[in-house]
C-alpha cells in the first residue's frame, strides 16, 4: 500500500478544511487535505443565502454583541459561550478577507457588501453572492489552496483513523476510483468531515455525503460527543419530484420577502411568530409547517406554498438565481410567477464531536475537528448564515493552533498490525452475502425520518432504537470489486451510520423537554433543570450519557436578550 505522508492530515475539502490548511501552510507546515468528493464540489457548495458577519453596513446598530445574544438566544440558551464570541467577533474580519481573496459578494452603490436578512436576526447580517454564496466561497478557498500549491487528493474515503502510543498518528483510504488502500501518516489530523444529516430520508444533502463519516471514526476511538439530539430541520425543501425531494430551498427566499401560505390561502406564520413571520427561527417555522400540513392544511405532497412572485423577474434572477433555475429544472414552473411548493428537510447538525473550540481539540490526543462535525457553537438551533461564518472562522483559528502544535511533535512509528486489522475489516464485507446496503441505508434513514424527525416522541424513540438494532445484524452484498463500487461505499456509510444514529436517539430520549430544535410531544415545554448539554461518551461497546453545564453568557452580551427586533425585520 502507498503511504503519503505530512505533519498535518486534514479530511474533508470543504469551507472548514480549506480554511485551516491554508493557515496551516501559511504557518510554514506542512499539510495534506484528503477529501471524498471532487475539489470543489463538497457539501459548502449547497450552503447557499449568506454568511454573517455584523458589519453594520445596512444596519449600523448592528455589533458583534448582538450577533452573539441572536446566536445564544435562539441556540435555546445551550451554547459554548466561548466559541460564540469567538465566532460573533472574528467573523467581519473573515468576510473582508474572504473580499480581499475574490469572493464577489453583491455591493450596495456606495461599495459596502450587501447584507439580508436572515431568521432570527436581529439586524440584516448575511453576506451573499446570490443564493450561491457557499460555492463562491468555496472556489476561492480552493483559488487560494492551489496558489500555495498545497497538497490535495480528491475522491478517497477514509474509513479508519491510525492511532499508537495513545495518540492519533494517521488515517486508511480507500481511492474510490482505482479501488487501492492509502495509508495517510501524520503527526495530527482534522477532521472537516462535515454532519449527518443523511441519517433521515428527506435531507437537503445529496445522498453520497454527511452520513457521519467523522462521526463514526471519532466514536471507534472512544472520543466524546454533545447535544447528538440537537439536529436542525431546514423548514424549506422541495418535496417533488421524488430526485428533487428534500433539496434546499434557501432562506434567502424569505430574507428577500417570500411568504409561506397554507392551502386554505392564510399567512399562517402569525399564529406560530406573530413579530417575526417568515423570519422566525428555522425550528419555529418548520414546527409551524408541519403542524399545518398534520391539522389538513397542507398540499397533495405533504407541502405548504412559498411565495416570492410579488418581487419583479428581474429582483428574482439578480438576488435568487439558484433558485429560479432549480424549480425551472424539477418542476418545470416560473417562480417569479407561481408559488413554490416547500416542507421540512433535514439540514444541520448543531451536535457532534466534542472539542475545546478555540483549539480544535477533541477528547483524542493527536485529533482535531473543525465545522459541522464538531458541537458548541449552535447550541440548540443554528442561525442562518453562520455556518459558513463558522468553518471560515474557526478553519484560520483551529489551522494556527495545530500549526503551533506540529512543530513541537515527531511522527509516530505507524502499527501495521492496525492497518491490517482494520483493511481486513473492509475486505471482508467484500466477500459477505445478504442484503444490498443501498436498500438497508433507506431502511435506516426513513425509520429515522418517522420516528425521530421534526416531531419527537419517546414510545416511537425507543422503538426506532429496536429497529436499527435489527438492521445493525444484516450482512451486507457487496460484491468483491474494491475500483467504483458504489455498493462498498454504501456498506461502508451503512456502517459509520449505526453509532450516529444510536447517539442521536440516546440523547433526545435523555432530554425530556423541547428546546430548540428538537421537540418532544410527550415533554413539550422548555424546562430551566435542562439549561445544559447532553453528552455521549462510548464505552465497552455502549453510550453512556450524562450532562454538563453550560458556560456563563457575560452581560455585554446577555443584556441585548430582551432587546425587541426593530419592525422593518419583517420583511424589506
Same mark, same amino acid.
Given at each position: 500500500m502507498k503511504i503519503e505522508e505530512a505533519d498535518v492530515l486534514v479530511i474533508g475539502s470543504g469551507g472548514a478544511g480549506l480554511r485551516a490548511a491554508i493557515e496551516i501552510h501559511d504557518s510554514g507546515v506542512d499539510v495534506l487535505v484528503v477529501g471524498k468528493c471532487a475539489k470543489r464540489d463538497a &457539501?459548502?457548495? %449547497?450552503?447557499?443565502? $449568506?454568511? =454573517?458577519?455584523? %458589519?453594520? =453596513?445596512?444596519d449600523s446598530q448592528d455589533s458583534w454583541q448582538l450577533h452573539a445574544a441572536d446566536t445564544i438566544k435562539d441556540g435555546g440558551h445551550i451554547n459554548d459561550t466561548d466559541a460564540v464570541l469567538e465566532l460573533c467577533k472574528n467573523a467581519p474580519y473573515a468576510v473582508r478577507e474572504l473580499e480581499k481573496w475574490g469572493t464577489s459578494f453583491h455591493k450596495e452603490k456606495n461599495g459596502k457588501i450587501s447584507q439580508r436578512f436572515f431568521g432570527a436576526a436581529t439586524y440584516r447580517r448575511a453576506c451573499f453572492v446570490g443564493d450561491v454564496t457557499g460555492k463562491a466561497i468555496l472556489n476561492t478557498l480552493v483559488d487560494q489552496a492551489e496558489k500555495r500549491k498545497i497538497n490535495f487528493r480528491s475522491e478517497v474515503y477514509i474509513f479508519s483513523l491510525l492511532h499508537a502510543n495513545g495518540k492519533v498518528n494517521g488515517a486508511l483510504g480507500l481511492d474510490i476510483r482505482n479501488g487501492k488502500f492509502v495509508i495517510f501518516h501524520a503527526k495530527k489530523v482534522i477532521l472537516a468531515t462535515g454532519g449527518h444529516s443523511r441519517m433521515f430520508a428527506r435531507s437537503s444533502s445529496r445522498f453520497w455525503e454527511n452520513n457521519g463519516d467523522g462521526i463514526s471514526l471519532a466514536y471507534n476511538l472512544g472520543a466524546r460527543f454533545m447535544d447528538m439530539e440537537m439536529f436542525q430541520f431546514h423548514p424549506t425543501g422541495m418535496v417533488y419530484p421524488s430526485e428533487a425531494e428534500g433539496v434546499l430551498v434557501t432562506e434567502a427566499v424569505r430574507g428577500e420577502g417570500g411568504i409561506l401560505t397554507n392551502t386554505k390561502g392564510e399567512r399562517f406564520m402569525d399564529k406560530y411568530d406573530k413579530e417575526r413571520m417568515e423570519l422566525s427561527a428555522r425550528d419555529i417555522v418548520a414546527r409551524? +409547517?408541519? =403542524? @399545518?400540513?398534520? @391539522?389538513?392544511? $397542507?398540499?397533495? &405532497?405533504?407541502?405548504?406554498?412559498?411565495?416570492?412572485s410579488h418581487k419583479p423577474k428581474s429582483?428574482? #434572477?439578480?438576488? #435568487?438565481p439558484k433558485m429560479y433555475d432549480q424549480f425551472k429544472k424539477f418542476v418545470g414552473i416560473d417562480i417569479s410567477k407561481e408559488k413554490m411548493e416547500v416542507a421540512p428537510t433535514a439540514h444541520y447538525s448543531m451536535g457532534g464531536i466534542y472539542t475545546r473550540q478555540a483549539t480544535g481539540e477533541t477528547s483524542v490526543p493527536g485529533l482535531f475537528a473543525i465545522g459541522e462535525v464538531t458541537s458548541g457553537v449552535h447550541g440548540a438551533n443554528r442561525l442562518g448564515g453562520n455556518s459558513l461564518a463558522e468553518i471560515v472562522v474557526f478553519g484560520r483559528i483551529i489551522g494556527k493552533n495545530v500549526a503551533r502544535q506540529s512543530k513541537k511533535d515527531s511522527f509516530i512509528p505507524i502499527d501495521d498490525n492496525l492497518i491490517k486489522k482494520e483493511v481486513g475489516k473492509v475486505i471482508a464485507i467484500t466477500k459477505q452475502s445478504g442484503k444490498n446496503p443501498i436498500d438497508l441505508k433507506k431502511e435506516i434513514q426513513k425509520v429515522m425520518w418517522k420516528d425521530c424527525g421534526v416531531v419527537r416522541e419517546g414510545k416511537k424513540m425507543n422503538q426506532a432504537l429496536s429497529k436499527i438494532d435489527r438492521l445493525r445484524r444484516y !450482512? #451486507? &452484498?457487496?460484491? !468483491? !470489486?474494491?475500483?467504483? !463500487? @458504489?455498493? %462498498? +461505499?454504501?456498506a461502508l456509510d451503512v456502517r459509520n451510520m449505526f453509532p450516529t444514529c444510536e447517539m442521536i436517539l440516546r440523547s433526545a430520549l435523555f432530554r425530556k423537554e423541547s428546546r430548540g430544535a428538537h421537540y418532544r410531544s410527550d415533554y413539550p415545554y422548555t424546562k430551566r433543570e435542562w439549561k445544559n448539554n447532553v453528552v455521549c461518551l462510548p464505552e465497552n461497546n455502549k453510550i453512556k450519557v450524562s450532562t454538563r453545564p453550560v458556560t456563563p453568557v457575560p452581560k455585554y452580551v446577555s443584556r441585548h436578550f430582551k432587546d425587541k427586533n426593530p419592525s422593518h425585520h419583517l420583511l424589506e
Open positions: &457539501h459548502t457548495i %449547497l450552503a447557499t443565502g $449568506g454568511i =454573517n458577519a455584523s %458589519l453594520g =453596513n445596512m409551524a +409547517i408541519y =403542524n @399545518e400540513v398534520q @391539522e389538513g392544511r $397542507g398540499t397533495t &405532497h405533504g407541502g405548504v406554498w412559498l411565495d416570492i429582483y428574482i #434572477l439578480k438576488r #435568487l !450482512n #451486507l &452484498h457487496t460484491g !468483491n !470489486n474494491l475500483k467504483m !463500487n @458504489e455498493k %462498498l +461505499i454504501a
